[in-house]
């Protein structure tokens, strides 16, 4: 090795929560070492100019904030602002694409006419308010506990019976979401929409026995205990950015183009920058990257398997959840304008104004995970997409906020990664692109390739990532966007919680190396909360041994 330093803790991956962590440790006097291997910190959170010679600032992967606690942005002084969306959806009738539920946060009368003009029975726009009313019951009071240690499942239940979400608890928790969703709701098109935020980078159907579904609906509805996603002005690389300031500010060392090759046990991480061979030591590892990606950084010589796939070799038999496969794709546009809509009773300014759900019904999506899982892409693929310029423009130049650009996103769903090989990936992303465009345009009154602005080089400014472009660029194996498939964010009653790691949900199998991103028992999606958990466990440890105390269940 051509160098080796000693530091507190060592912390590898430089995405948002590692960038957390890092900042809340270094706070607390610690030496840390941050390891990213790209050329810039932020990972999956990040804004940029995808299409050359165009000024547009695209958050490129992740695209909303709902998750992110305002304990945390206060904790660290982040300089973050967050714009609430008046619309919460359009959903275009696809039988009848002349007309669509628009859900309008600021006129209720409206948006019950809406959901008449969809032909939805009288009572749903009630059902449909008391559904996610309900909802809020159970989320309100499990909000609180996300940046504390984990609750048990008893005790989970016990707060959410206490806020009078004992019903909630059952219908969300304990049985196929799918369930409470037709009971409570009539219109095929109303199921559709909420069964979406079970759906989100997810291959379920809304009555699979594992309740993944369920794990994702409840992420989706938990954040600030209402489930509002909000958009991050200046685009998502100002959420990483703050936090690598405030890790910066603080004292953390942050290494780019430091890639990690192998952890050792003893807390010595090796890894290469500038060409050299260097390694690092420290009493701590924390890891930002995805479990099955730390499997493969400690596993022996012997064992190494490529980067991020399902055969990766863990110390201890692997927990199968981390292997999941992501079910999406994704698509970038930048268009001279927004589209017009078949619906001429709604602008697009309100259509695109919030989440706009195409081909979403509820037999849709299940026709289309059929289809996906027989091997197919599905005819129509499940798509949604948000406008972030149209709640911020700041993301685009002066001239092009001034020409009427926008900006569009599209999350294509159960598209899982099952069929997508190396071999393949360039046809299928082309193909994929094909369907989202194809998707699209059965809704629109013009097509959108018209309406695509130019690069510098004449090409047109769309861009789609398939699930194997997403691990290639970011580094989530299987293209999962939750760095596997998601936790309840509470322990079950009968594990362990007898060391600070296990009791913030971020525990290995090595009392030293401790889970810090997306892939913690309460990570996925831009919250910070991983980073933070992880940095509280480490602290928590500290003072235990300052104490004299050895955590129960400690090895070192």
């Not at 997810?202 to 489930?227: K, P």
């Not at 959420?239 to 780019?256: K, P, Y």
């Not at 598209?415 to 990936?425: F, G, K, S, Y």
């Amino acid at each position: 090795m051509a160098e080796n330093s000693n530091h507190d803790v060592v912390i590898i991956g430089g995405g948002h929560n590692g960038l957390a962590a890092a900042a809340y440790l270094a706070r607390a006097g610690r030496d840390v070492l941050l390891l990213e291997k790209l050329d810039h910190a932020g990972g999956a959170a990040v804004s940029a100019q995808a299409f050359d010679g165009v000024d547009a600032r695209l958050s490129r992967y992740s695209y909303l904030v709902s998750l992110l606690p305002q304990e945390i942005i206060d904790d660290l002084g982040l300089r973050i602002r967050l714009a609430r969306r008046r619309y919460s959806s359009y959903t275009p009738d696809p039988g009848s694409p002349g007309r669509g539920l628009l859900i309008d946060n600021g006129d209720a009368a409206a948006t019950a006419a809406s959901f008449a003009s969809v032909g939805a029975p009288a009572a749903e726009a009630a059902a449909f308010e008391r559904f996610y009313a309900e909802c809020r019951k159970l989320t309100g009071a499990l909000w609180p506990t996300m940046t504390s240690p984990m609750p048990t499942r008893s005790e989970a239940r016990q707060l959410a019976e206490a806020a009078g979400a004992g019903d909630v608890w059952e219908s969300v928790i304990e049985r196929p979401i799918g369930e409470a969703i037709t009971r409570s709701l009539q219109s095929d098109l109303v199921r559709g929409v909420v069964l979406t935020d079970a759906l989100i980078g997810t291959f379920a159907r809304a009555d699979s026995a594992d309740l993944q579904q369920n794990i994702c609906f409840l992420y989706h509805l938990l954040g600030g205990g209402t489930g509002d996603w909000d958009v991050p002005i200046g685009g998502m690389g100002t959420v990483s950015g703050e936090l690598e300031r405030a890790a910066r500010e603080a004292g953390a060392t942050i290494l780019t183009t430091a890639e990690v090759t192998r952890i050792r046990p003893g807390g010595t991480v090796d890894y290469r920058h500038d060409g050299q061979e260097r390694s690092a030591s420290a009493d701590w590892v924390l890891s930002n990257v995805a479990p099955v990606v730390l499997d493969r950084l400690r596993a022996p010589d012997g064992l190494r398997v490529p980067d991020g796939l399902q055969g990766a070799v863990a110390a201890q038999p692997m927990n199968p959840n981390h292997l999941r496969e992501g079910s999406q794709v994704k698509v970038n546009l930048l268009l001279t304008r927004l589209p017009q809509l078949l619906d001429r009773s709604v602008s697009p300014e309100a259509a695109f104004g919030g989440t706009f759900h195409i081909n979403e019904t509820w037999t849709q999506l299940d026709d289309a995970y059929r289809a996906a899982e027989q091997g197919t892409v599905p005819d129509p693929l499940p798509c949604e997409i948000y406008c972030h310029s149209l709640t911020d423009p700041s993301i685009l130049s002066a001239e092009l906020q001034a020409s009427g650009a926008h900006t569009l996103t599209v999350f294509g769903l159960h598209v899982p990664d099952r069929l997508i090989t190396a071999e393949n990936n360039e046809a299928m992303r082309t193909a994929l692109q094909a369907a989202v465009v194809k998707s699209l345009n059965s809704v629109l009154a013009e097509p959108i390739e018209e309406l695509l602005l130019t690069g510098a080089d004449g090409t047109p400014c769309i861009e789609t990532k398939t699930t194997l472009d997403i691990q290639r660029a970011v580094g989530m194996p299987r293209g999962n966007i939750f760095h596997g498939g998601l936790d309840w964010p509470f322990a079950e009653d009968e594990a362990p919680l007898d060391t600070p790691a296990r009791r913030w949900g971020v525990s290995t199998d090595d009392p030293r190396i401790l889970l810090c991103g997306s892939g913690a028992r309460r990570g996925g999606a831009v919250s910070a909360i991983g980073g933070h958990n992880a940095a509280m466990a480490v602290l928590e440890s500290l003072a235990l041994e300052s104490q004299g105390r050895k955590p129960q269940g400690s090895e070192s």
